[in-house]
């Protein structure tokens, strides 16, 4: 018999998770603008991997061919903006580890994604509301990037926003026609808008660390996102016929490093090959 | 041997785009700079789209073509700033590609709105009717979009404005 969801993630999970890069012992806290700096680049970099990796998973099995091929496209541009701050992540940290490296080669523990991106596809509406979700935090933290202090992380996000531009654009224009379809459609994308909300308040909760690049000029402060994102999404909900849920519950923990069940099946599938033949080219 | 800039831009001006063979790689105005450092030839790259999967390919070819020519000290740089934009694509190069079936891109990248309401005015490459429709925001790559003429019925690629 499969094990039960609950037998899977332990109530001793994080407590694991914590302690586990220290192999055993509790890893020390290290708090400098460098490291603030990594773990910042990261939390981007994860969150553009992870959520290109669930939307790739959809190639060769969407409804129509040529949703099929903008999902992969979409992927692209997400895989592509990874390469980017991951690379710039593993040259901050210093220690010799590229993108590749970061992306194939860390444990569930040290990703930084939202647990949003980590979520599993659903059906097509289900994805395409992770999407619009994701989307519509992801254009005002780009804007916002392009500010920043720093000028290489200004430059990926000047690159990344034009494509977002496209992503939003077509996950608002979709999450409309589906809401507003037929009876079946616009039942699924209500489900999926009720099964994904407790996801996205993690994209607002800020930590010490964000505090301190937010405090540099960095990165925006997590908070200052909501306001860009409610406009968008309760616009897009209206038009859409979709009632917004009224809980403010948020699951947490993603940005940390404490993730869902999901995650680990989806490094497994994600990370095989260079964890079978480490450094294997082609 | 150090050849002249010119030369290294003429050369260069020889490479097919490698999804794209009707036109050059410094007709989609991806190569940004050539410069001599001393005796190493440094060229600046900048990506169209960040995953486009024909960056390393370009990168190689733009390698073995100025090896070919006997440059030995070759740099390859990639720049983000400014973001590449179609607006940098040539008139001659916007014909190149109407003419292989791909829509060009339609007005300056600076000034879309990207909102809904301001689709562009697509004409169709292969009759040149204007009653045209997006099938998808994507085609065949990331820079470009799926079109459908409504007068000849053929679908068609559109180079998205970017």
């Not at chain 1, 490291?35 to 290109?52: A, E, K, P």
Request: net charge negative; with cysteine; hydrophobic share 45%.
């Amino acid at each position: 018999m499969a094990p039960a969801m609950s037998d899977i993630m332990t109530p001793d999970a994080a407590e694991l998770a914590r302690v586990a890069p220290g192999r055993g012992k509790a890893a020390a806290e290290v708090v400098s603008p460098g490291h603030d700096l990594f773990v910042g680049l990261t939390r981007l970099g994860d969150n553009t991997l992870i959520l290109g990796h669930r939307v790739s998973e959809w190639c060769g099995h969407s409804p129509i061919l040529e949703e099929d091929i903008a999902l992969a496209n979409m992927a692209l541009d997400l895989i592509g903006q990874t390469q980017l701050w991951l690379g710039l992540a593993g040259q901050v940290e210093g220690a010799g580890r590229d993108a590749d490296a970061l992306a194939f080669r860390r444990d569930a523990w040290d990703f930084r994604n939202l647990l949003l991106v980590e979520r599993p596809n659903g059906d097509f509406g289900h994805t395409l509301m992770r999407q619009f979700l994701f989307d519509a935090w992801h254009q005002p933290m780009l804007a916002a990037l392009q500010d920043s202090s720093d000028a290489r992380i200004a430059e990926i996000a000047a690159k990344a926003a034009k494509e977002v531009a496209y992503h939003v654009e077509r996950s608002a224009d979709l999450v409309i026609r589906l809401g507003d379809g037929t009876e079946e459609s616009h039942r699924r994308m209500q489900a999926a808008l009720e099964a994904l909300w407790p996801y996205t308040g993690e994209m607002f909760l800020g930590d010490p660390t964000d505090a301190r690049l937010a405090e540099a000029g960095v990165m925006p402060a997590p908070e200052a996102l909501r306001a860009p994102w409610e406009a968008t999404v309760t616009a897009v909900l209206a038009e859409a016929t979709l009632v917004r849920p009224a809980s403010a519950f948020a699951h947490k923990g993603g940005k940390q490093g404490r993730h869902t069940e999901h995650m680990g099946h989806l490094l497994t599938s994600m990370q095989w090959l260079q964890r079978s033949y480490p450094g294997a080219k082609w | 041997m150090k050849p002249a800039l010119d030369q290294v831009w003429a050369w260069l001006g020889e490479v097919p785009d490698p999804e794209i063979p009707v036109i050059s790689l410094t007709d989609l105005g991806i190569i940004r700079d050539i410069v001599w450092e001393g005796e190493t030839l440094v060229v600046a790259v900048t990506p169209t789209y960040s995953g486009c999967p024909a960056t390393s390919v370009i990168n190689l070819e733009i390698e073995a073509k100025l090896r070919s020519k006997g440059v030995e000290n070759l740099r390859l740089e990639r720049r983000l700033t400014p973001p590449w934009t179609t607006d940098w694509i040539t008139p001659s190069a916007r014909e190149a590609l109407s003419a292989y079936g791909i829509a060009p891109p339609v007005g300056l990248a600076a000034r879309v709105n990207r909102l809904a309401g301001s689709a562009p005015e697509v004409a169709c490459p292969r009759c040149g009717a204007v009653d045209t429709e997006r099938v998808s925001q994507f085609g065949s790559t990331p820079c470009k979009a799926a079109y459908r003429c409504r007068a000849c019925l053929e679908p068609f690629d559109y180079f998205k404005c970017h």
